[in-house]
């Protein structure tokens, strides 16, 4: 992206032709230089200490390349200022601000800090937050009363990953901008002062690549191990530090980067490989595998193919590590992780098994019991999806086994979409019904699902202190009796997704009349009227599903008349 942006700059530079033909070849020598030698940190600095005068006429070529870039900038800003900005937030100083107005008294709602939806949601510009299934956690299990102790933020630097605590040390790896590119940081600070103990940013001569993924540590906190790389990255390493020094203790290169966060059970670590995709979607080289090494002696043990995967993974006390399989995977997947010769003895491979999934599986992975849950979507921080879906997958690993009967029934006895006054996880009022009909279709075909219901049927009651809405406003009604338009929209739901091709596909449900019924589809293109799209009969259990062609912003809703000839008339949904 920034050669191609550079590119742009010297393309612009024939505005010097006026002076002469003859000075147009050593202008655009002087800015390819300057160009190159600016994305070369180190060939300045050795550029500077040996030749001064030639630095100097490069620094000052490239700032006035940097000062039509910008003017540039202006220019075309100026003349797109209609067009949406997309706002930056400082998560660090929302949390100093949250913590201050709780030192207040004070109760943050709606403040200009709260922080949008994640770009590419299933929501529209300047729209509400993403799909709520539950409410927020209740209040005893967030953090309360918290007070800054320090900061550490060193400059132009930023923290992708999660910390990892230790006694009284915190390890943590960053990403350094570095003059069009990105470097990687790995700090070890003290809990009690913020202040760094030690601090690494290369490897060997060259600069460390930048960090997603987390730091994990052995059970003794002697050895700390991270993957390297961003999406874009090929050519990194899986490191080993000695905690006490900040000294590298091995590293095992792959050609690929590795986002996840490993995995560590006694000696042994276990990571992911991402694939890197081109802009097809489809991988460049390796589409991506699992590796894991011995710790002591940082020998890899074993490799398997596994498509893309980025997620995070975990390891039972069986020694079974599962592991998200990302693009072109779309499922979770049980390795086991003794060595290949283990494995030969006991006759079993190392793939126990592979649940394929209907999105991309990128996060890490939880184990809850006999539970595996894990969540995916079609849209990350690298592939954005103007319609981006996803799910939570709780697989049940005892089933998976053989050890329970597959397909056990699953009652869903507690479900709601919050919504307003909640603005920090609650959708707007018009979006709770198609929220709702969206994950009640799911449900619907999915055949494990025997039960769905609505949670509740009116809001909880604000609180006088702490959180202002810290319970359930998933319900059909608000706290003061008032309906919301999803109670109208209950009897009614309708679901409108769009898929690729330019496809809306419809799902509805007649509740109060589950049997045939005959129905009315209608549809209203932007600023249009309502006019019929189809007409047809619902199943015995009142449900139905049509496909119909996309257009956006184009709004669907369903009108039928029951036995004692009253009309009723669902709510205007469009597709996301």
């Given at each position: 992206m920034q050669a191609v942006e550079h590119s742009q700059i010297v393309a612009v530079v024939p505005i010097?032709?006026?002076?002469?033909?003859?000075?147009?070849?050593?202008?655009?020598?002087?800015?390819?230089?300057?160009?190159?030698?600016?994305?070369?940190?180190?060939?300045?600095?050795?550029?500077?200490?040996?030749?001064?005068?030639?630095?100097v006429k490069s620094i000052a070529v490239l700032v006035v390349v940097a000062g039509c870039a910008f003017l540039g900038y202006q220019l075309l800003a100026g003349a797109g200022s209609q067009r949406a900005v997309q706002q930056r937030f400082d998560w660090a100083r929302i949390a100093e601000n949250i913590i201050a107005q709780e030192q207040a008294g004070k109760v943050a709602t709606g403040s200009t800090d709260t922080p949008p939806p994640i770009a590419g949601g299933p929501v529209a510009a300047g729209g509400d937050p993403p799909l709520a299934?539950?409410?927020?956690?209740?209040?005893?299990?967030?953090?309360?009363?918290?007070?800054?102790?320090?900061?550490?933020?060193?400059?132009?630097?930023?923290?992708?990953?999660?910390?990892?605590?230790?006694?009284?040390?915190?390890?943590?790896?960053?990403?350094?901008s570095d003059l069009g590119s990105y470097t990687g940081i790995l700090v070890c600070l003290d809990a009690e002062t913020g202040r760094p103990i030690w601090q690494v940013s290369e490897l060997g001569d060259e600069p460390l690549k930048p960090f997603f993924s987390s730091p994990a540590l052995t059970t003794d906190g002697k050895c700390l191990v991270i993957g390297q790389g961003l999406h874009e990255d090929r050519d990194c390493a899986l490191l080993c530090y000695d905690t006490s020094n900040g000294k590298l203790k091995w590293s095992i290169k792959t050609p690929l980067h590795i986002e996840s966060s490993p995995a560590v059970q006694g000696d042994l670590v276990i990571v992911g490989a991402g694939a890197i995709e081109g802009k097809d979607g489809q991988p460049t080289s390796d589409p991506g595998f699992v590796f894991a090494v011995r710790i002591s002696d940082g020998m890899q043990i074993w490799r398997h193919a596994v498509n893309d995967p980025e997620s995070s993974p975990t390891i039972d006390g069986a020694g079974v590590a599962y592991i998200g399989s990302g693009f072109n995977g779309n499922a979770v997947v049980a390795l086991r992780s003794d060595g290949d010769?283990?494995?030969?003895?006991?006759?079993?491979?190392?793939?126990?098994?592979?649940?394929?999934?209907?999105?991309?599986?990128?996060?890490?992975?939880?184990?809850?019991?006999?539970?595996?849950?894990?969540?995916?979507?079609?849209?990350?921080?690298?592939?954005?999806?103007?319609?981006?879906?996803?799910?939570?997958?709780?697989?049940?690993?005892?089933?998976?086994?053989?050890?329970?009967?597959?397909?056990?029934?699953?009652?869903?006895?507690?479900?709601g979409i919050q919504s307003f006054p909640d603005r920090v996880s609650g959708v707007s009022l018009s979006r709770q019904p198609a929220y709702y009909a969206i994950s009640e279709h799911v449900a619907y075909a999915n055949p494990r699902v025997a039960l769905f219901s609505q949670y509740l049927m009116s809001d909880d009651r604000p609180g006088s202190g702490g959180e202002r809405f810290g319970g359930f406003?998933?319900?059909?009604?608000?706290?003061?009796?008032?309906?919301?338009?999803?109670?109208?929209?209950?009897?009614?739901?309708?679901?409108?997704?769009?898929?690729?091709?330019?496809?809306?596909?419809?799902w509805g449900l007649i509740r109060p009349q589950r049997s045939e019924t005959r129905i009315r589809i209608e549809v209203r293109r932007r600023g249009g009227k309502w006019r019929r799209l189809r007409e047809l009969t619902t199943t015995t259990t009142g449900v139905w599903s049509i496909r119909a062609g996309h257009r956006d912003r184009q709004q669907y809703r369903i009108r039928w008349t029951d036995a004692n000839g009253k009309r009723h008339t669902g709510p205007a949904i469009q597709a996301y």
């Open positions: 010097f032709t006026n002076l002469g033909a003859a000075v147009l070849p050593m202008v655009l020598a002087a800015i390819g230089s300057a160009v190159a030698i600016a994305f070369r940190p180190r060939e300045l600095l050795r550029l500077c200490l040996e030749n001064p005068a030639t630095a299934s539950t409410a927020p956690p209740s209040a005893p299990t967030a953090p309360e009363h918290l007070t800054l102790l320090w900061r550490f933020q060193p400059e132009d630097t930023m923290f992708l990953g999660r910390p990892t605590a230790f006694g009284n040390r915190i390890y943590v790896a960053g990403c350094q010769d283990r494995l030969r003895e006991q006759h079993v491979e190392r793939l126990k098994w592979r649940r394929g999934l209907d999105y991309p599986i990128t996060s890490g992975v939880v184990l809850a019991d006999d539970l595996v849950l894990a969540s995916g979507g079609n849209g990350d921080l690298v592939h954005s999806n103007r319609n981006a879906h996803g799910l939570v997958a709780a697989l049940d690993k005892a089933g998976s086994a053989g050890a329970l009967p597959r397909g056990l029934r699953i009652y869903l006895t507690e479900f406003e998933s319900g059909l009604k608000g706290s003061n009796g008032k309906r919301k338009p999803s109670y109208a929209a209950f009897a009614n739901p309708l679901a409108v997704e769009k898929y690729r091709g330019g496809t809306d596909v419809l």
